[in-house]
C-alpha cells in the first residue's frame, strides 16, 4: 500500500467516524417551554430546513401549545405531526399555526414532517 | 354583504338600525319558544311594560319582536331580560375575531367602547393576550360586517382570517405550490441549457467536428472547461442553490436529508474538477484532470425536474380534499325581518331560516320547516339518486336542491356543519400514519448518514484496490452512491397512499378515522353487524293486515290505525303510518285506556275496540278462532302480530316489523364473498333474531344480548383470534365500536363526527362495509407496493452504485443516470398513490375492479 492510500484510508475513516458522532451520537439540548399566562406552555418553533428548536422540554400536566411557522416552500414540511397526541397540521408558508395538545405521562415523544425527514422531540417532564 | 334590507332604510351602513319616529329606535329582537297565540301576548305585555318602550308587537311565525324604544331610557339589554322575564330565550350570535395593533391596555378600553357603541351589540370584550375580540350581538339588528367595521372606526383593524378550510385557503395552497413549480422548472430549464452544453464540451473528442478544434489539453479546451466551470457555478447558485440551503439547514440541526446528499453529490464533483483545471500540476497523470462539471449541472437540473414532477403528481394526490372544499355553498338567502337577503355562508346562524329554490346548493345543515324537494346528496353520501325530502327531514349543507323550493330552519353552521366536519375528519385521516410507516421512520433517521458512509467506504475501497485511475474511479461511484440514494421515495411511499385512500372513501361516503384503522380493515376476519338500525331500518312499519269475522282489511286497518292516532307506543306509530300511507283518513277515539303489557281499548264510531297480544285477548275471552295460528306464523317471521277485537269479536291482526334495509343482503352477500364470516347481533328474541337472518343470509346469530354485553361478545371472538370489526350505530353501540378491532359506525344525516368509531358510514347502508374494506385492502396494497418498490430500489440501486458489477461486467453507473434513477423513483411512488385513484368498487358479484 503506497502512502497515498493509507492517507485517503485514515481520512476516509475519520470521515465515517465524524458522521456516526455528528449524527447519531451528540445529544442535543432541549428547550424549555415558557408558561404563558393563558395557562398555556408555549414555545414557537421555525420549520426551515428542520425544527429549530427541535428539542422542547415540558412539564406534564399542563397543556402545550407548539406555534409553527413555516418559512420556506419546499413541499416535504407542508405538515407537522405529532402521532402520540393524534394531531397534525398542515402549515402555510409564513403563517403560525398552533398545535396544542395535553401531555399526561412523562416521556419523549416525536414530532415530524409526513415524510419523516424533520423530526423533533417534545420531552414530558 | 350584510342585511341589505336594514342598511337600505338606515341612514348609517354601519348602524344596523331603522330610522323610526323622531328619537325613538326600533329594533327587531329574536325570541326562540314561542309555541302559541298566547305566548306572543305575554311576551308583548312584557316588553311593553319595560320603561321607555313605545310599542312592541311580536310576530308568531318569524320568531321576533318589533320594539320601538327612547334609547335614552332604555336599551337592548334590558329589552332582552324582558324577554326572559316572560320565560323566552332571546338568541345572540357570538363571533370571535382577531383584530391587529393592539399595543395597549388602552386600546382594549377603546375596542370594547367601540363595539359596544354600535347597536346590537350586547357584550365585547377584547383580550390583549391573544388580541381577539369576543362580541355577542343581536343578529337581527347587527350583522357582523357592522361589528368589524366598528372595531375599524375605533383605528384598528381586524385581521381576516378565512377559516382553514375556505376554498379560498384552498386556492392559496393551489398557488403556493403552483408558484413552487414554476419556480422549480425555470431552475430546470437554465440547468438543461447549460447542461446541454457542458455535457458536449466535457467530452469533445467524443464528437467528430469538435476533435480537431479542442484537443485533449489544448489552451482553447482549459478556456472552455474554465467558462464551463463559471456556468455550473451560476447552476449551482441558481438551479441548485435549495439543496446547498436545505443541507445547511439540515446539518444545523443534525439532521440529513435528500438535499444534503444532492448537495455533498455535485459538490464534490464541482470542486474536484475546479481543482483539476486550476493546479492540474498536483495530479500525476494528465488523464486525472479531466473536469466533471457535466455531474453538478447534470444532476441538479434532472432532480430539479423531478421535483417539479412530484409537486404536479402531489397535487392531484390530494384532490378529493380540494374536491370537498369546494363543494361548500358561498352564499345563502336567509329570511330576516320577513325578508329575503343574500349573506355570505359564514354569517348564516342557527336558528336562521334559509330560503333554498329548485337548483341551488343547501348552504348548512338544517331541518325542513316548509316545502319539500328532492335532493341529490351524492355529493356527501355517495347516494346516487336523489333523496325525497319533506317537512321535518334534515337536509344537508353543499347538497343540491333538485325539484322543489322550500325553506328550512338552520341546526348547524360554520364549523359544525357535516360537510366541515367531514372536511376536518378527512385532513387529520390523512395527516396520521399507517403503523407500517413505523419501520420506514425508524429506519429514515439513520438512511441517509449510512449512505454517506458508504460513499466514503466506496471511495476508499475503490482508491485503495481500483484500476487506474483510481481516483477518478473512486471520485465516480462516491458521487454515483451519494445520488443514486433516494430517501424521498421510502419516505413518501406510505403517506401518498394514505392521502389517496383516505380521499377516494370520504368521496365514498366513507370516513376513515387514520392510517391505523386503515390498515387493520384490511385484515379483518369477523365483521359483527348490530340487526336494529343496521341490518334493518331499525323503525317498525306495517306489514300485514289480516281481516276476519267478516271485516275487510280497510275497516280493520282504519279503526285499529284511529285507536292507535292517541297512543304513544312506537309500534302504535307504525300503524297510523301504515293506515295514513294506505289514503285513509283515521276517525277520532273516545274512552281511550292504554292496559301496560297488554294493550289498549278505546271506543270509536260507536264500537269497542280492542288491540293487544294474545294475553289480552285471553283475559277479555275473545274467541280466536284460528287466528292465533296465523299470528305464530307471522311471528316466525319476525313481525310483531297485534289482535284486534271489536265489540268483543275477533276482527284480525295488524302485524308490524322492523324491515331490512334494501340493499342488506347483497351487502352481506358480499361481505361473505370477501372470505369474511358474518354475524348478526341483536337484543331481540331468538325468533325474530333468526327470522331476519334467513332473510338476509346470514348463519351465525348472537340474540338476545343485552346492549352492555355487546362489546363482551365482541371480545369473546377476539379470542377467538379473530381480527373483528363491530358494525352499529354510534350511540347505543359505542362501547362494542370501541371494544372492536375496527368499529363501523353507521352515520345518517348530518351527525357524522362519531367519536367511537374508526370509520364511519356517512349513507346508513352496508354496502359501506363492503366498500370500506375494499378501499383498505387496495390502499393497503398500494402502500406495500410504494414501500417494497422504494426498499428494493435503494437496495438494489446502491451496490451498483458502488461497482459491484464492475469486476464482473465491468458496469459502472453514471452519476447522470444515477440523477435519472433517483427521480424516476420518487416519481413513481406518487404515481402509483394517484393510480389509486382510480380504484371502482367491485360489483357484489365478484365483479371487475383493479
Redesign the interface.
Known amino acids: 500500500?503506497t502512502w497515498d492510500?493509507i492517507v485517503?484510508?485514515v481520512v476516509?475513516?475519520g470521515?465515517?467516524g465524524f458522521?456516526?458522532w455528528?449524527?447519531?451520537l451528540?445529544k442535543?439540548k432541549g428547550v424549555k417551554a415558557a408558561l404563558?399566562?393563558?395557562g398555556y406552555q408555549e414555545q414557537m418553533v421555525l420549520v426551515?430546513?428542520?425544527?429549530?428548536p427541535?428539542v422542547i422540554v415540558v412539564e406534564a400536566g399542563t397543556p402545550v401549545r407548539l406555534n409553527f411557522v413555516r418559512q420556506e416552500?419546499?413541499?416535504?414540511s407542508e405538515?407537522v405531526?405529532l402521532?402520540a397526541f393524534?394531531k397534525?397540521?398542515?402549515l402555510?408558508?409564513g403563517k403560525t399555526v398552533p398545535v396544542e395538545f395535553l401531555p399526561k405521562e412523562p416521556g419523549e415523544y416525536e414530532f415530524?414532517c409526513?415524510?419523516?425527514?424533520?423530526?423533533g422531540k417534545v420531552i414530558v417532564e | 354583504m350584510g342585511s341589505t334590507e336594514i342598511a337600505r332604510s338606515a341612514p348609517s351602513a354601519t348602524t344596523g338600525v331603522r330610522a323610526g319616529t323622531s328619537g325613538a329606535r326600533r329594533v327587531g329582537l329574536p325570541v326562540a319558544g314561542l309555541t302559541c297565540h298566547n305566548c306572543v301576548q305575554a311576551v308583548e305585555r312584557a316588553l311593553q311594560a319595560v320603561p321607555g318602550v313605545t310599542a312592541a308587537t311580536v310576530n308568531l311565525v318569524e320568531g321576533r319582536a318589533v320594539v320601538e324604544y327612547d334609547p335614552d331610557q332604555t336599551g337592548l339589554p334590558a329589552l332582552r331580560e324582558a324577554v326572559k322575564a316572560a320565560g323566552y330565550r332571546s338568541d345572540t350570535a357570538r363571533a370571535r375575531f382577531t383584530i391587529r395593533g393592539i399595543t395597549c391596555a388602552s386600546c382594549v378600553t377603546k375596542i370594547e367602547k367601540a363595539l359596544l357603541g354600535t347597536p346590537g351589540v350586547l357584550k365585547a370584550s377584547v383580550s390583549m393576550g391573544t388580541e381577539e375580540a369576543d362580541v355577542e350581538y343581536l343578529p337581527s339588528v347587527a350583522d357582523l360586517g357592522a361589528v368589524k367595521a366598528a372595531v375599524g372606526s375605533a383605528g384598528y383593524e381586524v385581521a381576516e382570517s378565512p377559516p382553514p378550510a375556505s376554498p379560498e385557503a384552498a386556492d392559496r395552497e393551489a398557488e403556493a405550490r403552483e408558484a413552487e413549480y414554476g419556480s422549480l422548472m425555470r431552475k430546470w430549464w437554465f440547468g438543461a441549457a447549460v447542461g446541454t452544453f457542458t455535457m458536449i464540451m466535457s467530452y469533445p473528442w467524443l464528437f467528430p467536428g469538435l476533435r480537431d478544434w479542442f484537443p485533449r489539453e489544448s489552451q482553447r479546451l482549459w478556456y472552455v472547461w474554465a467558462g464551463m466551470g463559471v456556468g455550473s457555478l451560476a447552476v449551482i447558485l441558481y438551479s441548485g442553490n435549495h439543496f446547498f440551503t436545505g443541507a445547511w439547514q439540515g446539518l444545523r440541526h443534525r439532521s440529513a436529508n435528500m438535499h444534503t446528499l444532492i448537495a455533498l453529490g455535485t459538490g464534490v464533483a464541482w470542486i474536484y474538477s475546479t481543482i483539476a483545471l486550476l493546479f492540474p500540476q498536483i495530479f500525476p497523470s494528465s488523464e486525472l484532470t479531466d473536469v466533471y462539471y457535466d455531474v453538478t449541472v447534470v444532476v441538479i437540473a434532472l432532480v430539479d425536474l423531478g421535483l417539479a414532477m412530484e409537486l404536479r403528481a402531489k397535487g392531484r394526490t390530494s384532490e378529493a380534499i380540494k374536491k370537498l372544499i369546494g363543494l361548500q355553498a358561498k352564499t345563502a338567502r336567509v329570511l330576516r325581518d320577513g325578508n329575503e337577503i343574500d349573506i355570505s355562508v359564514e354569517e348564516v346562524l342557527v336558528g336562521d331560516i334559509v330560503v333554498v329554490r329548485p337548483g341551488e346548493k343547501i348552504p348548512v345543515d338544517g331541518a325542513i320547516v316548509e316545502g319539500s324537494s328532492a335532493v341529490d346528496e351524492s355529493m356527501v353520501t355517495g347516494e346516487s339518486l336523489p333523496v325525497e325530502k319533506k317537512v321535518g327531514e334534515e337536509v344537508i349543507g353543499a347538497t343540491l336542491n333538485k325539484t322543489g323550493a322550500f325553506k328550512f330552519r338552520a341546526t348547524k353552521v360554520g364549523k359544525d356543519t357535516a360537510l366541515a366536519n367531514i372536511i376536518r375528519m378527512v385532513r387529520d385521516a390523512q395527516g396520521s400514519k399507517v403503523p407500517v410507516q413505523r419501520i420506514v421512520d425508524a429506519v429514515s433517521g439513520y438512511f441517509t448518514p449510512s449512505v454517506a458512509i458508504l460513499a466514503i467506504l466506496g471511495f476508499m475501497t475503490w482508491y485503495t484496490f481500483g484500476p487506474p485511475p483510481a481516483v477518478v474511479f473512486a471520485l465516480i461511484v462516491a458521487v454515483t452512491t451519494l445520488i443514486i440514494a433516494c430517501p424521498c421515495a421510502l419516505g413518501m411511499a406510505t403517506p401518498m397512499s394514505l392521502t389517496t385512500g383516505v380521499g377516494l372513501g370520504a368521496l365514498n361516503g366513507i370516513l376513515i378515522r387514520g392510517g391505523e384503522s386503515l390498515q387493520t380493515a384490511q385484515k379483518l376476519q369477523t365483521i359483527i353487524l348490530d340487526k336494529t338500525g343496521t341490518i334493518t331500518h331499525g323503525k317498525p312499519v306495517l306489514t300485514d293486515v289480516v281481516a276476519s269475522g267478516g271485516f275487510d282489511e280497510t275497516t280493520l286497518l282504519r279503526l285499529a290505525g284511529g285507536v292507535e292516532k292517541s297512543s304513544e307506543h312506537p309500534l302504535a306509530a307504525a300503524i297510523v303510518e301504515g293506515a295514513k300511507g294506505r289514503g285513509l283518513t283515521l276517525p277520532d277515539a273516545a274512552g281511550f285506556n292504554a292496559i301496560p303489557g297488554h294493550g289498549i281499548e278505546a271506543r270509536i264510531e260507536g264500537r269497542a275496540l280492542l288491540l293487544g297480544n294474545l294475553k289480552f285477548m285471553r283475559d277479555r275471552k275473545i274467541p280466536l278462532d284460528g287466528l292465533d295460528a296465523r299470528a305464530l306464523e307471522l311471528a316466525d317471521g319476525g313481525k310483531t302480530p297485534m289482535f284486534v277485537a271489536i265489540d268483543g269479536k275477533p276482527a284480525g291482526i295488524v302485524a308490524v316489523a322492523d324491515t331490512v334495509k334494501e340493499d342488506s343482503k347483497e351487502a352481506i352477500r358480499a361481505l361473505r364473498g370477501m372470505g369474511l364470516e358474518v354475524v348478526m347481533i341483536t337484543g331481540d328474541n331468538e325468533r325474530t333474531a333468526k327470522a331476519i337472518a334467513r332473510q338476509v343470509g346470514l348463519e351465525r346469530v348472537l340474540a338476545e344480548v343485552l346492549p352492555q354485553d355487546k362489546a363482551f361478545n365482541v371480545q369473546k371472538l377476539q379470542l377467538e383470534g379473530k381480527q373483528v370489526a363491530m358494525v352499529g350505530d354510534g350511540i347505543n353501540d359505542a362501547p362494542a365500536l370501541a371494544q372492536a378491532d375496527v368499529g363501523f359506525a353507521i352515520g345518517t344525516g348530518t351527525d357524522v363526527a362519531i367519536a367511537a368509531s374508526d370509520i364511519t358510514l356517512i349513507k346508513g347502508s352496508l354496502r359501506g362495509v363492503v366498500l370500506a374494506i375494499q378501499i383498505s385492502r387496495a390502499t393497503m396494497r398500494n402502500v406495500y407496493q410504494n414501500l417494497i418498490g422504494a426498499f428494493i430500489y435503494n437496495v438494489l440501486g446502491l451496490p451498483i452504485a458502488l461497482g459491484v458489477l464492475y469486476p464482473f461486467f465491468g458496469i459502472l453507473l453514471s452519476p447522470l443516470l444515477a440523477a435519472v434513477a433517483m427521480s424516476f423513483s420518487s416519481v413513481t411512488v406518487i404515481m402509483n398513490a394517484n393510480r389509486l385513484k382510480r380504484w371502482k368498487p367491485r360489483t357484489a358479484s365478484g365483479g371487475t375492479g383493479p
Open positions: 500500500m492510500k485517503v484510508d476516509g475513516l470521515l465515517i458522521i456516526v455528528f449524527f447519531w451528540v442535543a404563558t399566562s393563558g426551515k430546513g428542520g425544527y429549530t427541535d416552500s419546499a413541499s416535504c405538515m405531526l402521532p393524534d397534525s397540521a398542515s402555510p408558508e415530524a409526513q415524510m419523516g425527514m424533520f423530526r
